[in-house]
């Protein structure tokens, strides 16, 4: 993978979404919110962001290994931007990890709760995300959510 694709986000006026597997996984089964997400509406006034993490989540997907065309789909109708893994700041929420409630934590949550630090929202349905971030930043919304709160650009 090209290292210069490897980036933190960049300073902007757009928001920056990080958006995990299992919205990813949603689009691809055809999910209405999913969709919405990455329609014309958004497309030039938000910044998605993954990780390497979400990018192999991506590739064991039901719907990719029925149809692995639909990656294509993907890099054509969404403009990724592909962020570092923060091993440091994964290793720091493992600490947090074993005080939750829920003592196992996926090692792939952990990576991708680190990754999205730096990004104004955490686009997913898995709520054990939201248990991992500290703060108010990223802020933890569901698809259907972040459409009702973003302004159509």
């Known amino acids: 993978m090209d290292t210069d694709l490897l980036q933190k986000p960049q300073a902007s006026t757009q928001p920056t979404a990080f ?3 299992s919205v990813i996984g949603a689009y691809l089964a055809g999910g209405e919110a999913a969709s919405r997400l990455f329609g014309d509406r958004y497309r030039d006034g938000v910044r998605f962001a993954v990780d390497p993490v979400v990018l192999q989540e991506m590739l ?3 719907q990719v ?3 692995p065309e639909l990656l294509e789909t993907m890099r054509d109708h969404v403009n ?3 962020l570092p893994l923060d091993i440091e700041r994964s290793q720091q929420l ?3 990890a074993k005080a939750l409630r829920n003592g196992i934590v996926h090692s792939s949550g952990l ?3 680190a990754s999205a630090r730096d990004c104004d929202y955490l686009i997913t349905y898995d709520p054990a995300l939201k248990e991992l971030i500290e703060g108010d930043r990223p802020r933890v919304v569901t698809p259907e959510q972040f459409t009702s709160l973003m ?3």
């Open 111 to 113: 990576l991708v709760a």
């Open 151 to 153: 302004p159509a650009p």
């Open 80 to 82: 990724f931007e592909i």
């Open 65 to 67: 290994k029925e149809s």
């Open 60 to 62: 064991v997907l039901p």
């Open 19 to 21: 958006v995990d597997v």
């Open 94 to 96: 493992l600490q947090r």
